[in-house]
């Protein structure tokens, strides 16, 4: 679950970062709730990423 939450969070900040920043425009969930400014997109997007290497690493600690 972790990592299609992962997936989600990466997709929604890196999506609305490159929107805002080279289309002048809101993409994503996010814009429909709140107005963020555009660095915290970067921030949502390293909370995904953290997301899924937390997730990775639970796994590989249950595997071994």
Not at 32 to 61: M, N
């Amino acid at each position: 679950m972790r990592n299609f939450l992962g997936v989600v969070v990466v997709i929604q900040g890196l999506g609305g970062f490159v929107a805002r920043v080279f289309f002048d425009t809101d993409w994503g969930l996010l814009r429909r709730w709140w107005d963020i400014p555009t660095p915290a997109y970067l921030a949502i997007a390293a909370a995904g990423v953290a997301l899924l290497i937390w997730s990775d690493h639970d796994r590989q600690k249950k595997e071994s």
